[in-house]
């Protein structure tokens, strides 16, 4: 059931070419365009050929173009989702747009702010994620506006919201094994003025070796690297400012 889970991701390349070789370098990945009649749409895939995520070319970055990597959420009926999203506090950033026979996509923010795509699938229902080198493994939404992000996803989507224990602000939108995003409270956490987005964490062999490899490439590292209970990872952006998190998994003993 693909309702109210990451099923696609997707990223604008202002320049296509540089924004393939820096990918392409770090992760492996290839990129087929989808020809003039689907914009030069590439679809990226992983080694292996698993089809992760997409890429639009030459759009120029300006404030209606998200420039962040945008997450999109499985919905059954797109329109009533839409509908939802008002009636909850969100804003429709872009109606609905067919996308070939493919399905049909739209684009709204949440009440803190952070944009998020939303799809109804028709013949392509999302990625296969088969949490290798340079797959996304992880799917967040960096939030400033916890409680009212936290009903949203309840209302729009509906996330059972299991929370994390201990206090800290962090919940998942289903319980335990079954969760495939989560959403962090992120007042405190981000610099002020931080616009709230979507975050990917994508899987790597070796997390200091892809650092690197991530700088000689012209990117930054942004964060760590740092441990944590699920490996060891390390905020990154790639030449054009996009952030991305990279996680090795934690050694077998």
């Given at each position: 059931?693909?309702?109210g889970?990451?099923?696609?991701?997707?990223?604008?390349?202002?320049?296509?070419?540089?924004g393939?070789?820096?990918?392409?370098?770090?992760?492996?990945?290839?990129?087929?365009d989808?020809?003039?009649?689907?914009?030069?749409?590439?679809?990226?895939h992983?080694?292996?050929?698993h089809?992760?995520?997409?890429?639009?070319?030459?759009?120029?970055?300006?404030?209606?173009?998200?420039?962040?990597?945008?997450?999109?959420?499985?919905?059954?009926?797109?329109?009533?989702?839409?509908?939802?999203?008002?009636?909850a506090?969100?804003?429709t950033?872009?109606?609905?747009?067919?996308?070939?026979?493919?399905?049909?996509?739209?684009?709204v923010?949440?009440?803190?702010?952070?944009?998020?795509?939303?799809?109804?699938?028709?013949?392509?229902?999302?990625?296969?994620?088969?949490?290798?080198?340079?797959?996304?493994?992880?799917?967040?939404?960096?939030?400033t506006?916890f409680?009212?992000?936290?009903?949203?996803?309840?209302?729009?989507?509906?996330?059972?919201?299991?929370?994390?224990?201990?206090?800290?602000?962090?919940?998942?939108?289903w319980?335990?094994?079954?969760?495939?995003?989560?959403l962090c409270?992120?007042?405190?956490?981000?610099?002020?003025?931080?616009?709230?987005?979507w975050?990917?964490?994508?899987?790597?062999?070796?997390?200091?070796?892809?650092?690197?490899?991530?700088t000689?490439?012209?990117?930054?590292?942004?964060?760590?690297?740092?441990?944590?209970?699920?490996?060891?990872?390390?905020?990154?952006?790639?030449?054009?400012?996009?952030?991305?998190?990279?996680?090795?998994?934690?050694?077998?003993?």
């Amino acid at each position: 059931m693909s309702a109210g889970n990451p099923v696609w991701i997707d990223i604008n390349f202002p320049d296509p070419a540089a924004g393939e070789e820096f990918y392409t370098s770090l992760f492996g990945w290839t990129f087929e365009d989808q020809g003039p009649t689907m914009g030069d749409y590439r679809m990226i895939h992983a080694p292996g050929g698993h089809v992760i995520a997409g890429a639009s070319p030459g759009i120029p970055q300006d404030a209606s173009v998200p420039t962040e990597w945008m997450v999109h959420l499985g919905v059954d009926d797109l329109e009533a989702a839409l509908t939802r999203v008002s009636a909850a506090g969100g804003k429709t950033l872009s109606e609905p747009m067919p996308v070939g026979e493919l399905g049909t996509v739209a684009v709204v923010s949440t009440p803190s702010g952070a944009a998020l795509g939303l799809w109804q699938a028709a013949s392509f229902t999302g990625f296969t994620l088969p949490q290798t080198h340079g797959t996304p493994v992880w799917f967040e939404h960096m939030s400033t506006d916890f409680d009212a992000d936290l009903a949203f996803y309840a209302a729009v989507f509906g996330w059972e919201n299991a929370l994390m224990e201990g206090g800290f602000g962090y919940a998942t939108n289903w319980p335990a094994e079954t969760a495939t995003a989560g959403l962090c409270d992120a007042a405190n956490i981000l610099p002020a003025g931080t616009q709230p987005f979507w975050r990917i964490y994508f899987q790597v062999k070796d997390t200091e070796e892809s650092m690197h490899r991530v700088t000689d490439l012209g990117g930054t590292v942004l964060d760590g690297p740092m441990d944590s209970p699920f490996g060891r990872l390390c905020t990154v952006a790639d030449p054009y400012g996009h952030a991305f998190q990279i996680i090795s998994r934690p050694a077998e003993d």
